[in-house]
């Protein structure tokens, strides 16, 4: 794998940069992810565009609705089979709380909110929306994607749809929300020349949830994107990637490019009380039984382990690589010691 520098920072990548720039590094020089991440993100695509759809008015009915849900529904799904992970589909099958979520965003056909957006902009009549926007700094560094910007009487609101959980526990909006939302107010500034008037997030529950800023705030913000950007690219051309690596059984759990990840590996099984780990050792056997199933012996340290219930499909790899050092990804831990349970969202690869 060749590591490629960044070309710039986003408002996602810059608080994800936070937990991990390896992470953000990885991912930028990999055309796909390397492990299956939850089918419920991919369900979040099709959420995510039928909320822009329905807020610029090309979704107007329930015909339309259910048709545009389908049509990005099979696309996602075509996504999946492409990167391996068609087990996952359906989607419907395979997402909890799959229809809910589904008709909460039908929801939004009948809501007033989507009509008239909150706050100053009850007293105006006439509006202009832009989706999807794409903002740049003038220096080509920072840039993103704006979900959504009203402007009405050039009272500026530029607002961003989340899926998931917004508050925190102490009632707060998550600080990685507030900071990309001001980062997009920079870009708005960059573009146009003026900040916008507000910036809020939007739930699947209609609500918003207004996020304070200044100049000031915004400017620090993306003033440390680019001394992110530049260091993270220093790093890269001196071969020092170890520094980028943030390694942590939290982070790195759901992180997924750690199969790239050499750092990852420096963390201790034990330091995970999750009964879902990875494992890596020499290749000792490899056993296929009547039903297809396979068996994998591993030998780690003066350890044997045994994984049970692979997929055939990896009888090829395994027979070549008896003797050699491999890795699983994305098994469960038995009730028996020494022994690890195979999911279908397993993966394999040499270490």
């Known amino acids: 794998m060749i590591i490629r520098p960044l070309k710039r920072i986003s408002p996602s990548r810059y608080t994800a940069i936070n937990r991990c720039p390896y992470k953000v590094v990885l991912a930028n020089s990999h ?17 995510h565009e039928c909320i822009r759809l329905i807020t610029c008015r090309e979704i107007a009915t329930v015909k339309d609705f259910e048709e545009n849900w389908s049509r990005l529904q099979v696309q996602e799904e075509e996504t999946l089979k492409d990167n391996g992970f068609g087990f996952y589909t359906p989607l419907n099958e395979n997402v909890p709380g799959y229809t809910i979520k589904k008709l ?15 706050g100053n902009f009850k007293s105006v009549s006439h509006s202009h929306i832009l989706t999807e926007k794409w903002l740049e700094a003038q220096d080509s560094l920072i840039g993103g994607y704006a979900d959504i910007i009203f402007n009405r009487n050039n009272y500026i609101k530029l607002s961003d749809f989340k899926s998931g959980k917004i508050i925190i526990e102490e009632g707060q909006i998550k600080e990685e929300y507030e900071d990309q939302l001001k980062l997009y107010a920079y870009l708005y500034k960059e573009v146009y020349g003026k ?19 200044t100049p000031k705030e915004c400017e620090a913000i993306a003033e440390k994107s680019r001394e992110a950007l530049s260091q993270i ?17 939290d982070n790195c759990k759901f992180c997924l490019y750690r199969p790239s990840c050499r750092y990852f590996w420096d963390l201790p099984l034990a330091s995970s009380d999750s009964q879902f780990c990875d494992l890596k050792g020499n290749l000792a056997a490899v ?5 297809g199933n396979l068996n994998a012996t591993l030998q780690r340290d003066d350890e044997v382990n045994t994984i049970f219930h692979l997929n055939s499909r990896y009888l090829p790899f395994l027979t070549n690589s008896i003797g050699k050092k491999i890795a699983f990804y994305n098994l469960r831990k038995s009730e028996i010691n020494g022994k690890y349970e195979a999911l279908k969202t397993t993966k394999i690869y040499e270490a």
Not at 31 to 47: F, K, R, T
């Open 233 to 249: 690219n220093n790093l890269i051309e001196q071969d020092k990637l170890e520094l980028l690596a943030k390694p942590d059984m």
């Open 31 to 47: 055309s796909a992810p390397l492990l299956p991440y939850p089918p419920a993100n991919h369900l979040g695509n099709v959420i």
């Open 287 to 291: 056993k296929q039984f009547q039903n």
């Open 195 to 213: 900040y916008p008037d507000e910036l809020s997030v939007i739930d699947l529950e209609k609500n918003e949830y207004s996020v304070a800023f």
């Open 104 to 118: 909460q965003v039908k929801s939004l056909l009948y809501s007033k909110n989507m009509e008239k957006p909150q």
